[in-house]
């Protein structure tokens, strides 16, 4: 599994979302709504030397605060199953990345608050747990 073939793979995914601005690195500065592909944890060998490695990875999916309804309202469409705006079917859609891994799983997502250039933006982070 290599590292930057899974962020792109991510980023990929994340792009079927429409109207969401994607990044494989994290950026200097942002522009909501836009989706954060983090740096990748690893845990090696977890299957007989070098059989089958483990990573997790944060998504971050920020969004403006133009008002809180209408930002929370956005959140939610992302934080949703299913359906054309949901973050986990989309990055479920292809639980390989291209062949980057042999599978992966969207375990859970986190509210919380993203600050750039002095500006506090709503978000929620997704937890992601890759094999390969």
Do not use: H
């Amino acid at each position: 599994m290599i590292p930057s073939q899974v962020r792109d793979g991510l980023k990929t995914r994340l792009q079927t979302i429409s109207g969401l601005r994607c990044y494989d690195l994290i950026p200097d500065q942002i522009n909501p709504p836009t989706a954060i592909v983090g740096q990748l944890d690893f845990t090696f060998d977890i299957d007989n030397a070098r059989g089958l490695d483990l990573a997790n990875v944060d998504v971050i999916v920020i969004v403006q605060r133009f008002s809180e309804r209408a930002g929370q309202n956005r959140l939610d469409a992302y934080l949703a199953g299913s359906g054309a705006g949901s973050i986990k079917a989309a990055i479920e859609g292809d639980r390989t990345l291209g062949g980057a891994c042999q599978t992966l799983r969207v375990t859970s997502a986190e509210s919380g608050s993203y600050e750039s250039n002095g500006q506090i933006f709503l978000s929620y982070r997704y937890r992601i747990t890759i094999y390969g």
